[in-house]
């Protein structure tokens, strides 16, 4: 089992920034697909930025530019680096991890292991 606890979600205006952090316990070496997603009221959950174990990221196209995904090995950590944020950003962030490395390559949405998720509301 791999547990994944989210943290920096926040209010921030227009333009302003804001880093997500997703620190991963249990058994993490069998996860080789780490990725952050969001889901707004009403709408359905999206994959915004994908991240490997061999370190190949990919992103959706609405925040390629704006967001990156890194993260800390030796902390187990997951990062969401956001810039640029708009009121379309607003929703709330969950971080995730899977088993499959190909996950990432076809930006599934079924994943093995998720967060609780962490509030993220950009006001124009």
Excluded at 68 to 90: A, F, G, R, V, W
């Amino acid at each position: 089992q791999v547990q994944l606890v989210e943290s920096g979600g926040g209010s921030v205006q227009a333009g302003e920034s804001l880093r997500l952090s997703c620190v991963a316990s249990g058994y993490t070496r069998n996860t080789h697909c780490m990725a952050w997603f969001r889901q707004a009221p009403g709408e359905e959950r999206e994959g915004v930025a994908y991240l490997d174990s061999a370190g190949d990221s990919r992103y959706a196209d609405s925040v390629k530019g704006r967001f990156t995904i890194s993260e800390d090995n030796l902390q187990k950590t997951l990062y969401l680096q956001m810039d640029s944020l708009k009121p379309e950003d607003s929703a709330m962030y969950f971080c995730a991890a899977d088993r499959r490395a190909s996950s990432c390559f076809y930006r599934r949405v079924d994943f093995d292991y998720w967060g609780q998720g962490t509030q993220v509301t950009v006001s124009s």
